[in-house]
Structure formats: structure tokens, C-alpha cells
């Protein structure tokens, strides 16, 4: 029950966090300045949510409940800070791949620019157009917010560093991630405006094609660790990293998650160029920071899971485990900023088919290879053995696919009398 | 006193919710009562310490079936719909919702657990159960996901020349 209280705190305290930042921020904002809107605000948050934790203490009585409220509260002040790193870490990583030096003005070498955007978009004019369905449209931010920030609470960021440690953290992982979906519907419909309305389509298919192998992956860790908590998974990649065990499900779930958090070369339902933002187009201030701040959180989970589930998690020599933790988790960040850099964007068909042809039948497969291996208790490196082999002898067929030579459009000089016999 | 507080709260939501899937006028918003309403009984769950129910119940309920009927409403024009309340079917809703209470209120009464069986099950208890005790019924439901799956399939092959379409045609055939 504790861990599920901590969940109860974390909703009752996002919202609370949601509704301050986004009433009180523009009103203040709109009276007395923003200097004024930034203290008052944090004032406001943090009343809010000392009335929260003295409320349910009261009601449910004894301070380890105000401890895992702590914790709640704790996470959520470290994640603003993580977001306000990565967003500075993506602008000088993209800066260097494209040979610039990023943000340099504010602070020594920009590091204070994230602080000085977070201002600004919370101080700025938050507009809702009248046509919208009001309510849906106010909620939305909160409702797509709540259940990533949720996920967090099962996060162990070294041994026992973590808010709740659940039994089956990663089928909590799973359940909470396909919630989050309702929030881009309320925000893609409720705008009544036909590029959020095509965004939030693209939202749903890409988020519910993608979830089905991130699923399977993680049965199929779930069964080779024989838990769903997640420190025990980490843990028992003490003798071997999963990325070695089984690099195929590495690939396919690090695939399927940049699809599920939108990030390039996925980033479909928010693609600028073709649908203007999709479900976020007609946001703006503390409205539109609450999506930018889940996007980014989004982000930095993706390098968290991918760490907890195939780098071994805080495990490393030498170094204290939650050092080894964030080398990790922000190495995997740059690899997806590398991403960024260099592909282009697909197409929403080649992205359904992607899924639905490649991806999900590749992790059924891989599920029941495991299966096999792990029924007869056959040593990790068979496993190894089969999954890079079929890794790279996919990676073969898509590379000779790509570059066979019907694909190429040839052109060749034609004679006028040529072309005259033809016809 | 805290389980009561959170029980009241949380059924307070769930009947609120239910209300406002059959009084909404518009699809959109009664949908997303309905989401309401599932996460709301996921709550319920956990107080009833069925931690894998309530999980299974936000993934399945609140992910994948609220979320696919929104992909639906999405793809439909809402003029349409704007001012259907009722349909020709309700004596046949009334009759199915009474059923379903008297199925659940004799299984709750016909299974009231004592006092000393309040714990919760843990999850490999309910595999364990689940694929040996139960497997017959477990499977049984997966087939009626099949045949909704394959009546799906029927409908969205939609009225076609029954000449050219072969899945029709292949009772008539044999």
C-alpha cells in the first residue's frame, strides 16, 4: 500500500504544482511583472504542497507516509532541474554536430539559458482560443503530464534509491506510459484545429503500434531476469549487460521507444513541417511549458530505461553507483540527440509499417527464442550468440535493400529516334 | 479512516463518471469519463491489495480499449452524433445491466472472504492459477478476443459485391 500512496501524493501534488503554475503564474504575470509571478509562484508550489503533505498525514497518520511524500516531492524538484540540463545538454550537442557552439550569452558558456527560457514560457500570455472545448483543453497538459511523472516513482536510480519499489515495476512502467496518450487526444481534439486534430490521430496509432513490442521486450526481460522489479532486473545483469545478452531486444526497444516519446527520426505527431506542432499547435505559456517540460522527461526516461534494463543500471567499477547511473543514462541521451542530428523524419506510413511488420513480429520472436533458451536453461551466451546473429543479418538485408540497384532511379541518354521507335 | 476516506473518493469518482458517460451530450467528453471511470476502479483494486489487477485494469481499460474508442471518435465526424442520446437497444441494455447485477452481487455473497484471507495475492500465485486451475477459461477468453477480432474484420470489409467477396460467401459455398 505505501507504494501506492506514493502515487496518490504524486497526483494530488502534480495537479496542485499544474494548476499554480498555470492560473497563478499568467495572472501574476499579467499584474505585476514576471519577477514578481516567479517568487509568487514558488510560494504558491510550495504552500500547495506543504497543505498537501500536512492534509494527508492527518489523514493517513505516520511519518513514514511524510517520508514517501518527501520523496515525491524531492523527484519532482530533480526532474525540473534534469529538464532544464537536457534541454542546454540537446542545444550544444545539436550545436556541435552542426558545427555551431550553441547557446553562449547567458551565464559562462550559456549554462544559464535553460533558466532564462523556463522564465520566459512561464511568464509569457497563456491564450485559449475560443473556439476550443474549454475544459478539455485546460486539463489536457495535466492529464498527459501525471502519468509520465508517475513512472518515476519506480525509478531506482542506484541500490534502494528509489520512491517505490514495486514488485512489478515494469508492468507499472507499461501501464502508466499507454495513459499518457489520453492527454495528447484531449489536446489534439479539443483544439479544434484540423493540425492538432491530424497530430493527435498520428499520436494515438504511433503510441499504440509501439507499445505492443516495448510490452513483449519487456516480458522478455521480465522472464530472463524472472521478476518485473526492476532493481532485481538491474541486479541480475550483475555477471553479464543485456545489451550483450540480447542485443536484438536492445535494438527493438530502443527503437520502439524513440516512436513512443516522439523523438527523430519519429517525431511524427509533432513534426513542424507537416502538422505545425500537431496536438501542442495551439498552446502557449505555463500550458504549453507543462508539455515541453514532459516531452523533455519523456526524453531523459527513455535514457533511464534503457540504462536500468540493458546497461546494467548503477552497476560499474571504481565510480559510486549513481555516478555510473547518469554516465550512462546521458550517454544514452547523446546517442539520441546523434539520432536527431542525423536522420531525417519518416514518413507515417513507412512508420506504421515499420511497426506492425518488422517490429512487433521481431519481439514475438525474440520472446519465444528466449523462451526456449531460458526453459532448457541454456547459458546466456547462446542467447547471445543468436540475437547478434540475427541483428546483423538484419542489418545486412536492410543495407542491401537500401542500396540495391532497382531502387536507384536510372537515367539514361536517350536517342530522338530511339524514343521515336518506342513510341 | 484513510481506506474509507480513499474508498469514498474514489467511488465517488466512479459514480460520477458513469453519470457522465450516459448524460454528456457530446461522444468526446463521455469518453473521456469513461477513462475516468476505469482509472477510477483501478483505485479500488489497490485498496482491495490486487496490485497486478489494478495494473492489468489501467493498461488494458484505461490504455488500450478507451484509447482505440477516442482513435475512433477521432476519425468520426462529431455533427453526427450530436444529439444521440438513446438508441433502439435500450430494453436490451436494461436486460443485460440486470443481469450482470444479479451475476455480481450472488458472486459477491456466494464468496464473501473471511477476515483472516484479507492479503494480497502475489503475482506468482496468479500465474500459477491462472495457467493451471484456470487455464480453460483463460483460453476460453481468448477466443471470444478472436471472434470479436474477426467480426471486427467482417464489418470493416464493410457491404461489398457478394460475389467478389470470399470470406462472405464461404458459408454459403460449402
Redesign the interface.
Known amino acids: 500500500?505505501d507504494h501506492?500512496f506514493a502515487v496518490?501524493a504524486s497526483i494530488g501534488g502534480v495537479l496542485a504544482i499544474s494548476c499554480f503554475l498555470a492560473v497563478g503564474g499568467m495572472f501574476v504575470a499579467m499584474m505585476f511583472g514576471w519577477k514578481f509571478a516567479v517568487l509568487t509562484g514558488l510560494a504558491q508550489t510550495g504552500a500547495a504542497l506543504v497543505t498537501a503533505i500536512v492534509a494527508l498525514l492527518l489523514?493517513?497518520?505516520g511519518w513514514r507516509m511524510v517520508f514517501i511524500a518527501a520523496g515525491t516531492v524531492g523527484l519532482f524538484a530533480f526532474l525540473s532541474v534534469a529538464v532544464l540540463a537536457i534541454t542546454l545538454y540537446e542545444r550544444k550537442v545539436l550545436a556541435r554536430f552542426h558545427q555551431r557552439l550553441g547557446p553562449m550569452r547567458v551565464g559562462p558558456h550559456g549554462i544559464l539559458q535553460p533558466l532564462a527560457d523556463a522564465i520566459k514560457i512561464v511568464t509569457k500570455e497563456d491564450i485559449m482560443p475560443a473556439w476550443t472545448?474549454h475544459a478539455?483543453f485546460w486539463l489536457a497538459p495535466i492529464a498527459f503530464f501525471i502519468p509520465t511523472f508517475l513512472i518515476w516513482l519506480v525509478v531506482p536510480f542506484a541500490d534502494g534509491w528509489v520512491v517505490a519499489d514495486?514488485?512489478?515495476g515494469l508492468?507499472?512502467l507499461?501501464?502508466?506510459s499507454?495513459?499518457a496518450?489520453?492527454g495528447l487526444?484531449?489536446a489534439?481534439?479539443s483544439s479544434a484545429n484540423k493540425y492538432s486534430?491530424i497530430g493527435?490521430?498520428r499520436a494515438?496509432?504511433q503510441l499504440?503500434s509501439y507499445?505492443i513490442p516495448i510490452i513483449v521486450i519487456v516480458i522478455t526481460l521480465g522472464l530472463t531476469a524472472g521478476s518485473?522489479n526492476i532493481s532485481a532486473v538491474v541486479n541480475a545483469q550483475n555477471t553479464a549487460w543485456y545489451i550483450l545478452t540480447q542485443p536484438l531486444a536492445f535494438a527493438i526497444f530502443f527503437l520502439a521507444g524513440l516512436a513512443e516519446i516522439g523523438r527523430t527520426p519519429f517525431d511524427i505527431y509533432h513534426a513542424e513541417s507537416e502538422v505545425m506542432g500537431g496536438p501542442f499547435l495551439e498552446y502557449s505559456g505555463a500550458h504549453w511549458a507543462i508539455f515541453y517540460l514532459a516531452e523533455y522527461i519523456n526524453t531523459f526516461l527513455l535514457g533511464v530505461f534503457v540504462t536500468l534494463l540493458f546497461l546494467g543500471g548503477w552497476l560499474g567499477p571504481v565510480l559510486p553507483a549513481i555516478l555510473w547511473f547518469f554516465i550512462k543514462v546521458f550517454a544514452v541521451i547523446a546517442v539520441m540527440f546523434w539520432f536527431r542530428g542525423t536522420f531525417p523524419r519518416f514518413r507515417i506510413d513507412q512508420l506504421m509499417s515499420l511497426g506492425w511488420k518488422f517490429l512487433i513480429p521481431l519481439a514475438f520472436v525474440n520472446f519465444i527464442v528466449t523462451a526456449v533458451v531460458a526453459f532448457y536453461g541454456l547459458p546466456a551466451y547462446v542467447l547471445a550468440i543468436i540475437e547478434l546473429a540475427a541483428l546483423v543479418g538484419i542489418a545486412v538485408l536492410v543495407q542491401s535493400k537500401l542500396t540495391s540497384p532497382s531502387r536507384r532511379p536510372t537515367l539514361r541518354l536517350i536517342s530522338a529516334r530511339e524514343l521515336r521507335d518506342a513510341q | 479512516m484513510g481506506s474509507l476516506i480513499a474508498y469514498s473518493f474514489l467511488a465517488a469518482l466512479i459514480v460520477g463518471g458513469a453519470l457522465g458517460v450516459v448524460t454528456s451530450r457530446n461522444v468526446a467528453h463521455a469518453a473521456l469519463f469513461l477513462l475516468t471511470t476505469l482509472a477510477a476502479v483501478a483505485g479500488i483494486f489497490i485498496l482491495s491489495l490486487a496490485e497486478f489487477l489494478a495494473l492489468v485494469q489501467v493498461l488494458i481499460y484505461g490504455g488500450a480499449i478507451t484509447i482505440v474508442l477516442l482513435f475512433a471518435l477521432m476519425l468520426t465526424r462529431l455533427e453526427e452524433f450530436s444529439n444521440v442520446r438513446d438508441n433502439t437497444q435500450w430494453p436490451m441494455a436494461i436486460i443485460a445491466s440486470v443481469a450482470l447485477l444479479v451475476v455480481l452481487v450472488g458472486a459477491i455473497f456466494a464468496s464473501r472472504p473471511s477476515g483472516a484471507a484479507l492479503r494480497g495475492a502475489s503475482f506468482q500465485e496468479v500465474g500459477t492459477q491462472l495457467f493451471t486451475k484456470w487455464a480453460v477459461p483463460f483460453e476460453v477468453a481468448s477466443l471470444v478476443l478472436l471472434v470479436a477480432l474477426v467480426g471486427a474484420f467482417l464489418l470493416a470489409r464493410g457491404g461489398g459485391n457478394p460475389g467478389d467477396d470470399g470470406i462472405r460467401d464461404g458459408g454459403n459455398r460449402s
Do not use: C, R, S, T
Open positions: 500500500m501506492w496518490a489523514i493517513f497518520g472545448d478539455v514495486m514488485e512489478l508492468l507499472y507499461v501501464a502508466f499507454v495513459l496518450i489520453a487526444f484531449m489534439g481534439w486534430m493527435g490521430l494515438i496509432a499504440i507499445e518485473l
